[in-house]
T-cell receptor, first 112, second 113 residues
């Protein structure tokens, strides 16, 4: 099956700076890479995703990059705010039934 | 819009006990999932189902059974609870199309004494 590695496990940044989370995957057939955000006490919610026919996607202060050759994808949060503090999960999928393999998660802490 | 309901919210069991968790969704989604969330280990797929009465094993199916009684409901059974086990079980659903967003329920927190 697929394996997804996610780093770092904890990320502390100052408000207004940027934050980056990196993931790698093993299965070259993986073609869909979503990112989920889980706030304390809440369930995970999709925030952005990228398909294998793209290298970059941007929406509302979030940038996702995909390097298929290196089997690496990353999430970049620009101008972080305290409300960005949460657990972030990357995931990868190679099947048509949306079977996702998740990374272990990154706790992002944004301090004022 | 829709909602995913999981019952119970908290579940306390004894070692060796058989425990059942339930999930209902009113999105009319075809595919439903059960994940286990442990601190430091992310979300691991236990079972998923692409339609009523279908069952597919995930990466963590050993020690669990599941049942998709109807399109809107998907239940998970811990066949023999392990002592000192603590985890959150998350149910999710998605439409039957490639790369569809998965919507998660609020979770069931399991503690085994």
């Amino acid at each position: 099956g697929e394996q997804v590695e996610q780093l770092p496990s904890i990320l502390r940044v100052q408000e207004g700076s940027s934050a980056s989370i990196n993931c790698t995957y093993e299965n070259s057939a993986s073609n869909y890479f979503p990112w989920y955000k889980q706030e304390p006490g809440e369930n995970p919610k999709l925030i952005i995703d990228i398909r294998s026919n793209m290298e970059r996607k941007q929406t509302q202060g979030l940038i996702v990059l995909l390097d298929k050759k290196a089997k690496r994808f990353s999430l970049h949060i620009t101008d972080t705010q305290p409300g960005d503090s949460a657990m972030y999960f990357c995931a990868a999928s190679a099947s048509g039934y949306n079977k996702l393999t998740f990374g272990k998660g990154t706790v992002l802490l944004v301090s004022p | 819009g829709g909602i995913i309901t999981q019952t119970p919210k908290f579940l306390i069991g004894q070692e060796g006990q058989k425990l059942t968790l339930k999930c209902q969704q009113n999105f009319n989604h075809d595919t439903m999932y059960w994940y286990r969330q442990d601190s430091g280990k992310g979300l691991r797929l236990i079972y998923y189902s692409i339609t009523e009465n279908d069952l597919q094993k995930g990466d963590l199916s050993e020690g669990y059974d599941a049942s998709r009684e109807k399109k809107s409901s998907f239940s998970l059974t811990v066949t023999s609870a392990q002592k000192n086990e603590m985890a959150v079980f998350l149910c999710a659903s998605s439409p039957d199309r490639a790369h569809a967003e998965q919507f998660f329920g609020p979770g069931t927190r399991l503690t085994v004494l």
